[in-house]
């Protein structure tokens, strides 16, 4: 498959396809179809397809960040905390369910334990991200501190996204009660983007 955006100069690094493509498709189903077209249209054409139902986005191209995050932009501008939150959650559940059984499956069955993720959690980051560098530390049972450090891609809704997806990617794992909390991120001042995970293994 031709990896059409992969050579593009991206100062904010390069986001693969397969996530973005599921947020589009299911911002379009949820929220409004021509609000998304219209987005895609002012901001990516040159290398999306508004008129197509998955956008264009191919999952296996690499897009820059500064594409993704002002389609970001647009698409959530006027939402409250409490819709940015909704929106975040519903949004990670699709994909996850999407990815994890479908492109991503095999790497995920590799991983599909809280030690396991914790040791190989950069793995399924760098299939989403060429840049940052998540940290698990599991300072008692049932509880996970991931942190993302360096992250150059970092905009504040994909930065939801990923911590809301602690529920789908736990609840695969076989995980009860998941829960997550932001401890920290860098659209609120902080170094680095922190989310505290607790669960009940049964």
């Given at each position: 498959?031709?990896?059409?955006?992969?050579?593009t100069?991206?100062?904010?690094?390069?986001?693969?396809?397969?996530?973005?493509?599921?947020?589009?498709?299911?911002?379009?189903?949820?929220v409004?179809?021509t609000?998304?077209?219209?987005?895609?249209?002012?901001?990516?054409?040159?290398?999306?397809?508004?008129?197509?139902p998955d956008?264009g986005?191919?999952?296996?191209?690499?897009?820059?960040?500064?594409?993704?995050?002002?389609i970001l932009?647009?698409?959530?501008?006027?939402?409250?905390?409490?819709?940015l939150?909704?929106l975040?959650?519903?949004?990670?559940n699709?994909v996850m369910?999407?990815?994890l059984?479908?492109?991503?499956?095999?790497?995920?069955?590799?991983?599909?334990?809280?030690e396991?993720?914790?040791?190989?959690?950069?793995?399924?980051?760098?299939?989403h991200?060429?840049?940052?560098?998540?940290?698990?530390?599991?300072?008692?049972p049932g509880e996970?501190?991931?942190?993302?450090?360096?992250?150059?891609?970092?905009?504040?809704?994909s930065?939801?996204?990923?911590?809301?997806?602690a529920?789908?990617i736990?609840?695969?794992?076989?995980?009860k009660?998941?829960?997550?909390?932001?401890?920290?991120?860098?659209?609120?001042?902080?170094?680095?983007?922190?989310?505290?995970v607790?669960?009940?293994?049964h």
């Amino acid at each position: 498959m031709e990896q059409h955006t992969a050579s593009t100069v991206s100062d904010l690094g390069l986001i693969k396809g397969a996530a973005f493509r599921e947020f589009l498709v299911y911002y379009a189903r949820a929220v409004s179809l021509t609000r998304a077209r219209d987005v895609v249209a002012e901001t990516g054409r040159s290398v999306l397809s508004p008129e197509r139902p998955d956008f264009g986005v191919l999952q296996n191209a690499w897009y820059p960040a500064e594409l993704v995050n002002e389609i970001l932009d647009r698409l959530t501008d006027g939402f409250s905390e409490s819709e940015l939150e909704k929106l975040a959650q519903e949004t990670a559940n699709h994909v996850m369910r999407v990815t994890l059984r479908g492109i991503y499956k095999t790497m995920f069955t590799l991983i599909a334990t809280p030690e396991r993720y914790a040791r190989h959690v950069a793995k399924l980051w760098r299939v989403h991200y060429d840049n940052g560098e998540p940290a698990v530390v599991n300072p008692v049972p049932g509880e996970h501190h991931i942190t993302f450090m360096a992250w150059r891609s970092h905009h504040p809704f994909s930065c939801r996204l990923n911590m809301s997806a602690a529920l789908p990617i736990y609840g695969a794992m076989g995980c009860k009660d998941v829960r997550w909390r932001r401890a920290h991120c860098k659209s609120r001042g902080g170094a680095h983007c922190t989310c505290i995970v607790t669960w009940r293994a049964h």
